[in-house]
């Protein structure tokens, strides 16, 4: 893979539209500001991406076939995380649960795992054998949107309350939730996976994340955490069967609460800021790694 390919890959795994399946809609004009590129650089390094079978583009979504290959299939497909994900799976056109359901196989899930999730319209076709086509799951290009747009219903919702009957429901994820500027870049990915969480205990959470990705940061967490989602994915299971007991959580709640005096005069960085600069830092890595390769082929000739 190029350099502009590897950053393409890293840039749809992270991006802070992504979901709890690693299929989701993109603004390719906001995407390419993100990643620094014009939107015919952005979408000539998707083709690339799709020609490599790494991703899949139909419409405005993308789906990463590599998600599961980075990501932990076992905490996806467990607890309230699956919940979301069962959810985000019904929303996407048929097409791209086909696309999404030979990925994950092909990434090595269990095909139980991936027949959990899948709609009751789709379980009869997985059980028939139709999803394993291999001509039914090429990659296609259908084109990324240039403009902004709005949620539909099949899209993910914070407060996931579609109700227009004006029936009772429940949202047990009160608003606002307080992202540190060390999570931010996940917000959305965070939002998912506590929705329908208790207020309190997802907030703990969050503080215990921001807690945890300092320390990494500082060096005095020796072990690295390898994926958010998989991270916060066990603490929401923890938290469900009432086993989880914060670490760093009341020490980021601390400081918080000292900072909300003048916090109006600190303005925090938005998910793009942030994102733009981890993927400028990312791209220098890259292009510095390439370099030091080839020096190295010339020391040798």
Known sequence: MTISERYGEFYLLTSPFTNTIGCYR????IAAAEMGLSQEEFMNVV??????????????????RTWFRHNSWEATFSGNVAKAAAKEL?????????????????????EAAVHSLLPEIDVTRWEAGALHDKDSVEGTYEGLSRVSTTPSEGQANYNHNHNKNNKETKNTTPTPLFFDVTIEPHRKMLLQLLSGIDGEVAQTILDELAGALESVRSGTRRKPIGSVRAWVGELVNLAASGNFVPELAPAIRERRGRADSHAESVPRPTARDVGRKNMDAVRAALISASAQKRDASCVKS
Not at 26 to 29: A, E
Not at 97 to 110: F, K, M, T, Y
């Open 90 to 110: 019904a929303g996407l056109p048929s097409q791209l649960r086909e696309h999404w359901v030979q990925a994950s196989l092909d990434i090595g899930v269990p």
């Open 47 to 64: 083709q690339r991406l799709q020609d490599r079978r790494i991703a899949v583009c139909v419409d405005d979504y993308i789906l990463v």
């Open 26 to 29: 993109v603004v390719s004009r």
